[in-house]
């Protein structure tokens, strides 16, 4: 298709993917229940491995789950996040000043993280197998759908897997049972931000032809 036939209205789903930004501050405003349904709804059409299904989402409302939760989210940030954004360079697509407005807004969120209205626990039925690099195969794509439907609808989210630096102790909080794992946790409010454009680099410093390292002309 031509460039220019491309229509990038505000329901186009380009323009949604290339507006759908972490929204770290989030209202406590109240989310109607349809639009939480309709988010999840998105989640379960997406792929995963074998057609198994093996997802399970949990809807999190109650406040003192979520303040469980948020003593290993902060942890994990006092202990390894925030001196991992203090000793590193902006990365691709980014400039100190924007690294430290998304500091600012990583520092936000982790300290309001109970706040967000909803929470979306992604997890996967495991039973007795263990964890894989093809696991999460089984769980990312609907996340990934849900941050787009989220978006759509006017709602901000963000993509969290900080708690699992202290992954069996959030489980606990999370009251998840036995062979059910957490993988992500979005938690949903209105922003109270903007939505997008994100921030990424230019396409030819993450993509190589036939072999890492070689360029691609059509790229430049």
Request: charged share 20%; proline share 7%.
């Amino acid at each position: 298709m031509n460039k220019a036939a491309i229509d990038l209205s505000s329901n186009d789903v380009f323009n949604i993917m290339k507006t759908t930004r972490a929204m770290r501050r989030l209202k406590s405003d109240p989310i109607p229940d349809d639009l939480v349904i309709k988010i999840l709804d998105a989640g379960i059409r997406a792929p995963n491995g074998g057609n198994h299904q093996t997802w399970h989402f949990v809807v999190i409302k109650d406040i003192a789950i979520k303040k469980a939760v948020q003593v290993w989210y902060k942890k994990a940030y006092d202990k390894i996040i925030g001196p991992g954004y203090a000793g590193s360079a902006p990365p691709p697509g980014s400039n100190s000043d924007k690294y430290h407005r998304q500091h600012t807004a990583v520092e936000y969120l982790t300290d309001h993280y109970h706040e967000a209205p909803v929470w979306i626990v992604a997890c996967i039925k495991q039973g007795k197998a263990q964890p894989s690099r093809m696991s999460g195969a089984s769980i990312y794509p609907a996340v990934q759908n849900m941050l787009l439907a989220a978006r759509a609808l006017g709602l901000g989210a963000c993509l969290t897997t900080r708690h699992m630096f202290f992954a069996d102790e959030a489980d606990k909080a999370l009251e998840l049972p036995p062979g059910v794992l957490s993988y992500a946790i979005i938690p949903l409010g209105y922003p109270m931000g903007n939505f997008g454009p994100t921030g990424r680099g230019k396409l030819s410093d993450f993509v190589s032809l036939d072999r890492v390292g070689n360029s691609w002309d059509k790229l430049d």
